[in-house]
């Protein structure tokens, strides 16, 4: 096992929730990684990316402002901090992992070669 996510949750809406995932290290060092999630009856979509030193990130329009996306490199762990929760924010989220030296700008979804398991989020009204 590559990318080990961590537990999701059921949170009410307007309620925070951090989701973190530990990799290898031969996959984390200067790879670019991700969190995805795929919403019921929707496909994957992609949330939050950031580069392997953690000096650019970007975001879903959706979750600009009430997600962060951060990493550690000593800990080999990504997390995804998730603030002022949506109802439509419920979904099964990825961690994911481009392969070693990818750069952040030019990476596309079909580039991230690692997934963790997937974690179930639940977001009542």
């Known amino acids: 096992v590559q990318l080990q996510a961590s537990a999701g949750g059921l949170v009410q809406a307007g309620g925070s929730l951090r989701l973190s995932c530990a990799a290898s290290?031969?996959?984390?060092?200067?790879?670019?990684m991700a969190w995805f999630r795929r919403a019921p009856g929707k496909g994957r979509e992609i949330v939050a990316a950031?580069?392997?030193?953690?000096?650019?990130?970007d975001y879903a329009d959706s979750v600009k402002g009430r997600f962060t996306i951060f990493r550690d490199n000593i800990e080999n762990t990504v997390a995804l901090r998730m603030n002022s929760l949506k109802p439509e924010d419920t979904a099964v989220y990825y961690c994911?992992?481009?392969?070693?030296?990818?750069?952040?700008?030019?990476?596309?979804?079909?580039?991230?070669?690692?997934w963790g398991q997937g974690t179930e989020v639940t977001v009542s009204s």
């Open positions: 994911a992992a481009t392969p070693e030296n990818y750069y952040f700008d030019s990476v596309r979804p079909i580039d991230y070669r690692f």
């Open positions: 950031i580069s392997w030193n953690g000096g650019k990130r």
């Open positions: 290290v031969r996959i984390f060092g200067t790879s670019v």
